[in-house]
């Protein structure tokens, strides 16, 4: 397991990832010693692909440091939330939230799910130099180990290591936290799946040549502009900023369907949006009028609400609709020939209170719609955004949460019904209820979320006056629920409060539960104990076990296996020893196993035939030298006794 892991990263260079996707494609272009042949890849290739020698790429400190660190495994095991899994509203979910580091959580994730997930949407650090963004890597590799893994120099590799153990918020640092993740979201992406990242300026110049080097240039999709605020700051120095960006990419943009919407539901629609300017238009006669069928509308202004209209002629009213040609002022958001479409195919109408709307076309409704680039108030903003969470929580305890509409829409724009939907950015898990409010209607979208449990505690001490009193107010509420100072608490008692309120709004029959899970990375000391364990002990025992816990070792060989998170797992009895059976996989955990149980074991393979597990994995701490060979000599007898299986032995350290 962590053992085996940490020998195989110690092979691993930063080209590690790239080699294994050309040996699962390109196999004939790798000699009998596993070399990449480039000369023979070129040969293959010359004859289809048009070679080019010009081009750029973005080039930062680190690059090559990044793409090492998505190519070495993780060493983190994945510990289920047994009693919260165990709920009813959550024992059969199909939703997922990690707590741990995103950099783990995606290799976990890629073991189950490569190709499988439809639509990421994240909202990462925009390192503006307040948003708490400083690069802090767990990884200890020393300058020789740098030198030698990324070919640079001395000095480079301790440009990296300044870079990544002090803590650094430099573009560089940035790019070198972002790229890894990049590396392994585009693995999980299907091969029509899409990702939106959320940004600003003070990045997205960088975001763009990275997601370009990432993904490929050929597969940009467009650049989305956000109106986050209604109103600007006019305390800006130079200009007053209202947009952000959503950067978006496609795994295959040959594959990728357009990015739309569902039409409107509603029954009418306005014709007046109070951002606009003032215009004049001219209503032909017969334009469809609400209330009292015979009557005279005054010349003059009338204020709805928020609107505003001036009718500049008297308007007469008979049997419903008006006989005579009118001007009005007011702040139009459709154009004089869209004005003359609606009153011929009477869709325009006044209001009995002398407003203005209009019923929306037959070919409106359910047509899906393609978004634009630019997204404006039908979107959400910051505004609301902050109203969901006091709504939720009675108090704002962050700035710059993503509006539920914003994200929703963004969900709903790829066809995502019956689909994945990744966010490991999560904060405050927005995209969570976004999820569940696209069900509402249709769909069983699934969420995935990742959240680094970062300790609010040490955020605080870090914290200036202003934000501490906020830190204090925040540490209340979760002592009253209940619930530790860290950060990934947060999205967990959202998600629980907005399914709750979702419910209760809609009564909708969709999956408002979720399994949680924790990447636990193993301690200094249980490190230590592993590397003093041998083989070859006489006496088997549960002390390396008692470490980690069954569930733990059992949910990560799981994941590792292919099976996901939260798979179905039976039990196998045999004489005096439980195994687990998951698949193809038969999985030996706990010490105590004996002859009596391999008897056992032996006798299910050839009386049971719905019984054929051909993985035998093994706990290596649980097992001493005489038994993993009795295992391992038994299981080369079946399959002499049963020429069809091909049954695997596999010991885990």
Known sequence: MIKDILQNNKAVSSNAQTLEILHTHFPQCFNKEGNFDIDKFKELVRADVDVTHEGYDLNFLGKNYAKLLASVDTTTIIQPDTEHNAKPENANSQNLYISGDNLDGLKHLLKSYTGAVKCIYIDPPYNTGSDGFVYNDKFNYSAEELTSKLSISDEQAQKILVLTRRG????SAWLTFMYPRLLLARDLLKSDGVIFISIDDNEQANLKLLCDSVFGEENFVEVLKWKKKKQPSFLA???????????VYSKNKEKLEKLSIDGTSDSTKKVINVSNKECQRHFKSNCRVKGESNRIIKAGKYKIKTMEIEYLNDIYIKNGYSTNE??????????QDKIDDYIKNDLLFITAQNGLRRDVAIEEIGKRKSITDLLLSDWGDNQESDKEFIDLFGEKYFDYNKPVLLIKNLILSNYTEDEIVLDFFSGSATTAEAVMRANIDKGNRRYFLIQLPENLDITYENANPDERIKF????NFLDSVNRSHN???????RITRSAVKIKAETGADIDYGFKHYTLVEPSADTLDKLEEFKASELFSNNDTLSLFGKETVLETWLVKDGYGFGAKV?????????AYLCGKHLYFIEAGIDENDM???????????????????VFGYSFNFSQTEMLRKNLFVLKDSHKNLKANFDIRY
């Open 326 to 335: 009118v001007n009005v002022i007011s702040k139009f958001s459709v154009s």
């Open 570 to 578: 039976q039990e196998v009895k045999l004489a005096n020893y439980k």
């Open 168 to 171: 650094s918020a430099s573009h």
């Open 487 to 493: 950060l990934d608490q947060i999205g967990i008692e």
């Open 599 to 617: 008897v056992a074991l032996l006798d299910k393979y050839q009386q049971e035939s719905a019984f054929s597990p051909e993985n035998i994995v």
């Open 237 to 247: 120095t130079h200009t007053a900023k209202v947009m952000e960006y959503i950067l």
């Open 472 to 475: 204090k107010t925040l540490f």
